[in-house]
């Protein structure tokens, strides 16, 4: 039975066009596999803590050495990297805030870049070792996928490379705030994704 794992980070619930286009592929791929198994972790209805230093040295104290609390600490990020590698397949919708993305996301990728689990260092650079396939749901208020200030989906890419995963497709809608345009470019990203599923 395949796993799909979907990240949501939208603060907008239903609402939120990322989340849709998200839900869109969900669908077509059930369809496709009606077995399949799909978790759902949603980092703004249910907040990842961010990172401060209690948590650094949680994770720096050998396991042997670690306090309950330090354990707790270590834990969140055990529990989503647990969830990684029990997946076949990845998914992740965001919205661009302020010319990034959700800092929910953001705690989420704190979380699970673990060294050791989640990615290795070698003597050519850091290598993944979450080795499966993701895909990328975004939406912004105006056209900035490919700008100088679109510090959205390449964050999103770059990070998901890093750990490993590779990145399928992207599927962007942009113009979200501008009536026609964006209703075009929604429809357009649901098109694109009824072909790559």
Not at 36 to 58: C, I, M, Q, S
Not at 90 to 118: C, W
Not at 171 to 189: C, H, K, R, V, Y
């Amino acid at each position: 039975m395949a796993t799909l794992l979907r990240i949501d980070s939208s603060a907008s619930g239903e609402n939120s066009k990322s989340r849709q286009l998200a839900n869109e592929f969900v669908e077509k791929w059930l369809a496709k596999n009606p077995e399949g198994k799909v978790v759902a972790r949603d980092v703004t209805a249910n907040p990842l803590p961010h990172f401060t230093g209690e948590t650094l040295g949680a994770l720096f104290t050998p396991e042997e050495n670690r306090t309950a609390e330090q354990q707790a600490i270590v834990a969140i990020g055990d529990e989503l990297i647990a969830e990684l590698e029990a997946a076949d397949l990845v998914i992740v919708s965001a919205p661009m805030y302020n010319f990034g993305i959700p800092s929910t996301l953001k705690s989420y990728f704190d979380h699970v870049a673990r060294a050791g689990r989640t990615f290795k260092y070698t003597e050519t650079g850091p290598v993944g070792l979450v080795n499966k396939d993701a895909y990328i749901f975004a939406a912004s208020g105006s056209f900035l996928a490919g700008a100088p200030v679109d510090h959205q989906v390449p964050h999103i890419q770059t990070f998901l490379g890093f750990i490993g995963l590779n990145v399928k497709d992207t599927f962007i809608a942009g113009g979200q705030a501008m009536g026609e345009p964006g209703e075009d470019a929604f429809n357009q990203a649901k098109s694109q994704i009824a072909v790559a599923v």
